[in-house]
């Protein structure tokens, strides 16, 4: 076989391409493309700093966010999930659109923001830090003086709930996520609080010597917020709230789990006494 010379000589240098050419020079030009392509390496080159607009766009967002410049970045975190629904910055545009209500303040949003991503993506592997701002962005919405007076402490409890049960869910399901030992710390701290406020209670009913009020308080601490600072104390007020109720058996009770739980507290002499004397 005799190939014929091309009659462009600088058109293919590639020797493979001689076989083809001079017989696709009558095909149609898009076959004719594609031959070239086949022979020649089978793809087009990539360009030289080819841009990629989602990461750029997605870089750009982030940098707002960094700067404050919080109605640009939302903007741009947006467009991302509006222009690149399929692409993995669109879910991350999710994750920093909750980041940013969080930065703004806006603490019930960024939570709903962060719970409705962990619901849509729960194989992500940013969902553990998303399952752990949901109770903080609780705990960063509870008011500051919750606990602590009588004009605040029957306030609505949603948001102290809240990130209880968010740090709960959280220590559940990631106990090796790295935000496993903060959100553990949250926890006990936000427990604490719960204890802290019963006892409040409890003290403003034993003040006025109501004594159910007072056991019931003292109960609820004790059930449900083991292992706080304030239940040595709550097993102790326990026991008198029973004694004054006529229940010694119950103040027996109370005052063996105080000894059990904890035979180093300072109450532990007044414990032993007491429990002789109902004997």
Known sequence: MVLRKHENPGWCRAPACAIFCAPMRRAAPWLLLLALLAACGGAAPTVAGEKKPAEDDYNAAVAALEDKSYPEAQKLFERIKTKYPYSK???????????????????????????????????????????????????????????LFPATYERDMSAAEGARKGFDDFVAKYPKSKYAEEAKKKLDEVKGRFADREWYVASFYRKRERWPGVAVRLERLVKEYPGSPREPEALMGLAEAYL????????????????????????????????????
């Open 244 to 279: 004054k109720m006529n229940e010694r058996f119950r103040a027996q009770q109370a005052l063996q789990q105080l000894l059990v739980r904890y035979p180093k507290d300072p109450h532990r002499a007044e414990a032993e006494k007491l429990l002789a004397s109902l004997r």
């Open 89 to 147: 910055y669109a879910p991350l545009s999710e994750l920093r659109l909750a980041d940013l209500r969080f930065k703004e303040e806006k603490y019930p949003e960024a939570a709903e923001a962060y719970a409705q991503f962990v619901k849509m993506h729960p194989t992500h592997e940013e969902v553990d830090y998303a399952a752990f701002r949901v109770g903080l962005a609780r705990y960063r919405d509870m008011p500051s003086d919750f606990f």
